[in-house]
């Protein structure tokens, strides 16, 4: 596995304990959401693990369903009606993979 790849996957994992270490309730929808449409990708970065967890069969090159996707959403604007206290700041397409190779996303932008 890439060094950077396990070097982020131990800080995400600091911040992980940091968190599980004290009683944080989330009220209302995150202030951010990355939304991961594919984790599919026709470019090899030299800092990604995305290629090397795919050829190693640790990753499965996939779509979101397009329908999960509608549904995920829906559930973002019953969260939003129900909330006074935040404001969603960015729904953003991304992920570990490139979100111009996913079919739906004219169709996921416009939803
Ligand atoms: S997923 Fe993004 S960062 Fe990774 S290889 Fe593809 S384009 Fe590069």
Do not use: H
Not at 6 to 33: D, H, M, N
Not at 72 to 100: I, K, M
Request: net charge neutral; hydrophobic share 35%; with cysteine.
């Amino acid at each position: 596995m890439y060094p950077a790849y396990r070097r982020v996957r131990k800080q995400i994992g600091a911040v992980e304990r940091w968190f599980s270490q004290r009683k944080y309730t989330l009220s209302g929808v995150p202030y951010c959401i990355n939304v991961e449409l594919t984790n599919r990708c026709n470019l090899s970065c030299s800092y990604c693990p995305q290629p090397e967890l795919v050829s190693s069969g640790q990753l499965k090159a996939t779509d979101m369903d397009f329908e999960l996707f509608q549904l995920l959403v829906n559930q973002v604007e019953d969260l939003q009606r129900g909330t006074r206290a935040l404001d969603l700041a960015s729904f953003t397409p991304v992920g570990l993979g490139e979100p111009l190779m996913y079919g739906e996303l004219a169709n996921a932008l416009d939803t």
